[in-house]
Each structure stands twice: as C-alpha cells, then as structure tokens.
C-alpha cells in the first residue's frame, strides 16, 4: 500500500511496531482471561457430577462466598448464580418486582435501550424514560425515586458510567435496579444504595457467558414476597416459593442446571483476584489501564473519547472516536489488528458510532494496553493509505 500526497509523490506505508501486546485481548464480553491463566490449571472433581451432589453444592457455595469477598458486599444482601447472563438475571429482577409502583428507565446505551423496550413493550408498564444520547449521562436529578428505577451502571456500548451512587436517596421509595455487569468489581460500589444489581462473570472477571448473578438487598427481598406480578412467570424467573424467598437459590442450589466448568472457571477468576489484593486491587489495575489508554488518546489528534466528562467516563469498556471514521473504515482497522494478532475485537458496538471499543478491565494486564498505541498509529496510517 502506498499514500499519495497532493503533489503526487508517494509515502512508504507505516512501518508496522516492533513489539506487540502479549495478551492481543481487548473485547469487552467475553473479556480477556486473568493473566496466568490456563483451563489445566481448572479444578476438576466437580466436572461430571450432579450439581446437586455435595460437590456440587460446595463449589457453588465456595463461588458465592469468594463473590461476597471480593465484592465486600454486606450480609444483608444476598448472591445467586442464576440462567441467562446478565442479561437473563436483569430480566429476571424486571419480571418478579416490577409492577408494584410507577418505574422510570434511565438509558444512554444500547443494552439501557433494550430495558426501556422491555418495560414499555413487553411488560406494558408505561415507564417515564429518562436518555441521553451516546457519549452523554442524562441528568441524574430528573429522576423521580418514588418510582423504581432501571439503569445501566456502566454503559459498555457507550463507554459512559455513573461517577458514584450519590444521585440515589438512602429514604428512596421505590426500588433501585443496577445493572452492573461491566462494573462491578472495577468500581467501588455503595452497596447501601442497591437494591438490585446483576453482573456476568464474562466482564470484570473474565469469566464464561452464560450464567447471571443476581444481588438482591433486603427491599428487593421484601418486594418478592409481598408482590404476586401480574403476568406469568417461567420456570426460570421464580423465586419465590410459598410466599417465601427461595433461599437455597443464594446458596448455590441453582433454578437449572448450571455448568460447573463455567464455575470452577469463575473460582479460579476470583481466587485470581484475591491474590492481587481483592476488589482494591482490581479496581487499581482498570484504573491503571484505563489511565494508559487515556494517555494513548491525549497523545493522538485523530483519536479521542466518546464520553467527552472524566467524571462519567468508563474505566473499563472505554470507547474512542477515530477522526473521519465510518463503518467502514472501522471494520478495516479492526481487521488489521486482527489479522497482525496486535489486537482482538476493538471495534465499536454495532448500535453505537462509528469508533474503537478497548478493555480496560482488571485481567487486562497495563503494559498490553501500553503496547497497543503505536498499534493503533499503524493501524491508522494503513486504513488512510488503502
């Protein structure tokens, strides 16, 4: 390839960088593997064994408990391992407490979007929706918190969070619905403030898609068993038996079948995390390589950050505006890193603008992230020269 000046004389390509990150990982869900990782190094003995075997049971509540740890969540909140992935946990939190008072849905992304359709169009409930465009945090004080509230805590298609859980009234009346997936365990979450949250292993952790948590504080418990939903409920979604919380579900015994590869692989994830000092130390290596990324950015006139505030801006799904980029010209710069193995699955969400997506969370190591900005310079200069 070859770039031509306005005078017509030609420019070598871009020199491709002499050293690439050592983990090309960068893909916002499923994220990048805990450094050191390797599926041999997985326990075994629950593999092939019924869930509901004491095995079985053991590890699901061993994995309950280091989630507990690590998150420094209170003993007035519990944890289920539940189907679906965040997404599935989130829908279940709808369908069980919703309906009881007016909701209003917070959305500046994609996945905030799709609960505002399932409030509106799929639960009819006529929920007040508060937006913000893509790169923007709507304005917090709008929201009427005798109503329960549906929002995104870190807005991975947007790249942009909420600073704190300071807009969130301790005397609130209606009930707060975080989800959480690409934050916790990268923020410093007031636990207090929550009533519902839901995360997936794939995120923060690096973990496996496919199954859910769900956190749930003592008004969310309360709700479940003094609200009957008027709609009918799957099999999957049911928590509550005779009236009651179904208790065994947040000690491991789970609605359905889980995989208990998936398990012993969130085990070793979280183990992972308790030998680089817990949830402190998590969060100092997203900030640490959200910190690098944004030197990369700084220095670049051509690169820049869709969440123009810092305040608001994701430590962890961090998403970058690329001067004069279409589709297009993403989808061609993506493909470059790929095929060169200096970086996977950096492109934008299909929803959002045209841009870059990178990784930020903890099982990114910061030298990878480091190595990464001549890459992108490369990358660049090879997409304006084809």
Not at 260 to 289: C, H, P, Q, T
């Amino acid at each position: 390839m070859t770039d031509v000046t306005e005078a017509g004389a030609t420019i070598a390509p871009a020199a491709k960088p002499a050293t690439k990150p050592a983990r090309p990982y960068f893909s916002s869900g499923p994220c990048a593997k805990p450094p050191g990782w390797s599926a041999a190094k997985l326990a075994t003995e629950s593999l092939g064994r019924s869930h509901r075997a004491k095995i079985g049971k053991t590890r699901l509540a061993y994995c309950i408990d280091l989630m507990r740890e690590l998150l420094r969540l209170p003993e007035t909140h519990r944890i289920g391992i539940v189907p679906g992935s965040d997404t599935g946990a989130f829908e279940m939190a709808m369908w069980t407490m919703l309906g009881a008072k007016p909701v209003t849905a917070v959305a500046w992304e994609s996945f905030g979007e799709g609960w505002v359709t399932d409030a509106a169009k799929q639960l009819n409930l006529n929920p007040t929706i508060v937006r913000a465009d893509y790169g923007q945090l709507p304005d917090l004080s709008q929201i009427d918190w005798s109503n329960d509230v549906l929002f995104t805590w870190n807005g991975t298609t947007s790249g942009v969070r909420v600073p704190n859980a300071d807009f969130i009234p301790a005397d609130r009346e209606g009930l707060s619905f975080a989800d959480a997936t690409s934050a916790v365990f990268a923020y410093d979450i007031d636990w207090a403030k929550i009533d519902v949250a839901t995360f997936s292993w794939q995120k923060v952790l690096g973990g496996e898609g496919a199954h859910g948590v769900l956190i749930l504080g003592p008004r969310a418990v309360e709700r479940l068993e003094t609200y009957t939903p008027a709609w009918p409920l799957p099999k999957v979604f049911r928590l509550v038996s005779k009236g009651k919380l179904a208790e065994g579900v947040f000690k491991g015994e789970t609605i359905n079948t889980p995989s208990m590869l998936a398990v012993e692989d969130a085990i070793f994830a979280l183990e992972w995390g308790k030998s680089v000092g817990g949830s402190a130390g998590l969060i100092k290596r997203s900030d640490a390589n959200a910190a690098a990324l944004d030197k990369i950015v700084a220095e670049r006139d051509w690169l820049g950050h869709l969440a123009t505030d810092a305040d608001s801006r994701s430590k962890t799904s961090v998403c970058l505006t690329v001067e004069g980029a279409d589709e297009a010209f993403i989808k061609t710069f993506a493909g470059l890193l790929e095929k060169e193995g200096a970086a996977y699955d950096v492109a934008g969400y299909r929803d959002a603008p045209a841009g870059l997506r990178i990784w930020c969370g903890a099982t990114v190591d910061t030298a990878d992230i480091e190595a990464l900005g001549p890459w992108l310079d490369w990358a660049y200069a090879t997409a304006k020269a084809a």
